[in-house]
């Protein structure tokens, strides 16, 4: 499924632009300042976290993910930087669910993304952060 959504962002690119088949797709998201699906996808991923975290998401959300600091006793990095438990994963499709890859995603960010005053902020923070990652 997601193999369509990705070759529809890329035909909906180009017929926006106006280009041909052989125009590379990333040319074209920069242009249009598109991220692709998969960006895409982690970056609203990241933002649940962040409303999970800080407490502005549905009750039965918060059962899903758990400080590294509520699992471990030991006093480590990660106990100490606002760090998720990720669980290890046994097969390829728990490494796709929001209880993995979620809490896999908010471990990445830096803490001043982390961090963020507002949803807004987050984003605005987020988006700043990945771009700088990508160049």
Known sequence: MEDKLVKFQKG?????????????????????????????????KAISMYGIINNICPDYLKNYVSNTSDISCRHTRSTN?????????????????????????WNYLPPHVKNATSVNTFKCLYLKWNRLKTI
């Open 81 to 105: 930087c606002n760090q998720l438990y990720t669980p290890k994963p046994n097969c390829e499709l728990f490494r796709k669910s929001c209880m993995y890859s979620g809490a896999a995603i």
């Open 12 to 44: 909906a690119a180009r017929v926006i632009l106006d280009c041909d088949f052989y125009t590379p797709s990333s040319e074209l998201f920069k242009e249009l300042n598109w991220q692709t699906f998969p960006e895409r996808v982690t970056y609203q």
